[in-house]
T-cell receptor, first 115, second 114 residues
Framework: AQKVTQAQTEISVVEKEDVTLDCVYE???????LFWYKQPPSGELVFLIR??????QNEISGRYSWNFQKSTSSFNFTITASQVVDSAVYFC????????????FGAGTTVTVRA | SQTIHQWPATLVQPVGSPLSLECTVE??????LYWYRQAAGRGLQLLFY??????ISSEVPQNLSASRPQDRQFILSSKKLLLSDSGFYLC?????????????FGPGTRLTVL
C-alpha cells in the first residue's frame, strides 16, 4: 500500500528565511510519481512539481527546489528566501500506474511566513 | 489550454436535502476525473474517480454517488445530506498530452450542511 508522511504539521518563519518541508513515502512499486501541491487560503490546489521514480535529479525553479532521494524514500521541498505569499498548506503526494494514478496525499504542512 | 470549472463555489444546505455538484473540463478529451473531499483542517480524501464515460470507481462507502454523463463532465450527488458531508469538495482531471499521472484541480466547492 502507498503511504505519504509529512511529519511537520506547521512551520512558521520570518520573511527571507529558508524553509524545508519534509516528505517520506512508502510504495512497493518500482514505477511511481511524486508531487508537491500548494493550497493557498483560497483553497484551490496548485500543482508545483512532478517527479518520476527514475529521475533522481534535483530541480530548482526560482526560489523553489526539490531534493529527491530514493535511498531514503524522501522528496523534500525547500523555499529559499521565503515571502508572505508563500504562506499556504503544502501537500506531498504519490501515485502509480497500478492504481490508476490515484493520488495518495500526505497530511499537509502549513507554512506561515511573517513579515 | 485546459481549464477546469466547478460550481457552485459555495453551498449551504440543510440536513436531509439533496446535493448536486458539477465539474467540467475544457481543452482536453477523455480525461481521468476525480472527486476529493477535504474536511476542515484535514487532508484530502479521494471519493470517486472515472477513467471514461459511465465508468465510476468508489473509494469510500458513503451516501454520496458520482456520475459521468459526458466525457468532460463529472457530477457528485447525494439524495440526503448528512452533517458529516460538510467540507471542501475538489474536482481534478488527469490525462491529455502530459500523461494521466498529473492531476490538476478545480477551484473547489465549499459545502456546509446545517
Amino acid at each position: 500500500a502507498q503511504k505519504v508522511t509529512q511529519a511537520q504539521t506547521e512551520i512558521s518563519v520570518v520573511e527571507k528565511e529558508d524553509v524545508t518541508l519534509d516528505c517520506v513515502y512508502e510504495t512497493r512499486d518500482t514505477t511511481y510519481y511524486l508531487f508537491w501541491y500548494k493550497q493557498p487560503p483560497s483553497g484551490e490546489l496548485v500543482f508545483l512539481i512532478r517527479r518520476n521514480s527514475f529521475d533522481e535529479q534535483n530541480e530548482i525553479s526560482g526560489r523553489y527546489s526539490w531534493n529527491f532521494q530514493k535511498s531514503t524514500s524522501s522528496f523534500n521541498f525547500t523555499i529559499t528566501a521565503s515571502q508572505v505569499v508563500d504562506s499556504a498548506v503544502y501537500f506531498c503526494a504519490l501515485s502509480d500506474p497500478v492504481n490508476d494514478y490515484k493520488l495518495s496525499f500526505g497530511a499537509g504542512t502549513t507554512v506561515t511566513v511573517r513579515a | 489550454s485546459q481549464t477546469i470549472h466547478q460550481w457552485p463555489a459555495t453551498l449551504v444546505q440543510p440536513v436531509g436535502s439533496p446535493l448536486s455538484l458539477e465539474c467540467t473540463v475544457e481543452g482536453t478529451s477523455n480525461p481521468n476525473l476525480y472527486w476529493y473531499r477535504q474536511a476542515a483542517g484535514r487532508g484530502l480524501q479521494l471519493l470517486f474517480y472515472s477513467v471514461g464515460i459511465g465508468q465510476i470507481s468508489s473509494e469510500v462507502p458513503q451516501n454520496l454517488s458520482a456520475s459521468r454523463p459526458q466525457d468532460r463532465q463529472f457530477i457528485l450527488s447525494s439524495k440526503k445530506l448528512l452533517l458529516s458531508d460538510s467540507g471542501f469538495y475538489l474536482c481534478a482531471w488527469g490525462g491529455g498530452a502530459g500523461g494521466p499521472y498529473t492531476q490538476y484541480f478545480g477551484p473547489g466547492t465549499r459545502l456546509t450542511v446545517l
